[in-house]
């Protein structure tokens, strides 16, 4: 005797116009009230277990790449730190030896700042 899949039965009630819908549904497919709804459950289902899927291979890959980019992002880090320590001194070193050849290192350190911030706002098409 071959076996029989057991179906389970479910109720549930519905507002008018979802009915009618379904219905409409039915009848231009030439199915019944329970495969269309049987059909749209499916649907849904699967949809939404596509949806989780996604979102987990979505965070599976932001992992990946924030794991990846680590090293790289400390080793940008101590460049960034070691080029501030470097300009830092380079420019202390040259406000001394302004100061002590006699000029206002002041002066000249307010000079030089404005015309370093003027090349930068210049468009690349200028240069």
């Given amino acids: 005797m071959p076996k029989t899949r057991k179906q389970e039965i479910l109720r549930f009630r519905v507002n008018d116009d979802l009915y009618n819908a379904v219905k ?3 009848a231009q497919k030439g199915v019944t009230l329970a495969d269309v709804c049987r059909e749209l ?11 989780q899927s996604q979102d987990y291979l979505l965070a599976l890959v932001k992992r990946a790449v924030k794991e990846e980019l680590k090293p790289v992002e400390e080793r940008l880090a101590k460049i960034s730190a070691k080029n501030a320590i470097t300009s830092g001194t380079s420019m202390f070193m040259n406000m001394q030896v302004i100061q002590d050849r006699g000029y206002d290192a002041q002066d000249v350190y307010t000079k030089a700042r404005k015309k370093a911030v003027a090349l930068l706002k210049q468009s690349e098409d200028d240069e």
Avoid at 41 to 51: F, M, N, T, V
């Fill in 24 to 26: 409409g549904v039915a």
């Fill in 41 to 51: 459950l499916e649907d849904a289902i699967a949809r939404q277990q596509g949806e």
